[in-house]
């Protein structure tokens, strides 16, 4: 028993469960920039930033610093989201809280896409930093009320929001506490 890491089945409901949740937020939060519908953004990213921070507790790895970089990007987002909430009212902080947060998602993401070859992992993994350094150039560009910026944004965010379902529903279908693959 010595060296084992304690995962029961449970572990592996919640993490999936993260998923869910996270889903749910990136879905709200993509209808409201859509539409811009400023209350479904309000209502989105703290769900978004939740089932991130539930699937990054339970995420089992086989390298603890994996974990420790992915939890700590996670939570670091979440406390740069709630200053901006409290005290900072400019775009670049809820940029950065979004980005901390979508670093750590990467890492769940790749993780899933390095065990178990799901391709929507790999996208995602990579389309999140780019995502984040083309916010922060519009916005530091000030082109970000430009409708052809939203219409771009919109579709690259359907397109996202489309692959993290696919993602979602393999990771459902998977058999619980199967390991990796590789």
Not at 76 to 89: E, W
Request: aromatic letters at 18%; glycine letters at 8%.
């Amino acid at each position: 028993m010595d060296g084992e890491i304690y995962y029961p089945k449970s572990y592996d409901v919640i993490y999936r469960a993260g998923y869910i949740i996270g889903f749910a937020g990136i879905a709200l939060f993509v209808y409201s920039y859509v539409f811009s519908y400023a209350q479904g953004f309000w209502a989105g990213m703290p769900v978004f930033y939740a089932g991130s921070l539930i699937s990054s507790s339970f995420l089992l790895v086989w390298k603890k610093e994996i974990k420790i970089f992915i939890l700590s990007c996670v939570i670091s987002g979440i406390i740069a989201g709630t200053a901006y909430v409290l005290f900072f009212k400019n775009a670049e902080v809820l940029i950065v809280s979004a980005g901390l947060v979508l670093a750590g998602l990467s890492g769940l993401y790749g993780k899933e896409a390095h065990c178990f070859h799901f391709a929507e992992g790999w996208i995602l993994m990579w389309s999140f930093p780019v995502l984040v350094f083309a916010n922060l150039l519009i916005y530091g560009s000030n082109l970000e009320n430009g409708e052809a910026v939203h219409f771009i944004f919109s579709a690259v965010y359907i397109i996202i929001t489309i692959l993290a379902l696919s993602f979602l529903i393999k990771k459902l279908r998977q058999p619980l506490m199967q390991f990796c693959q590789n």
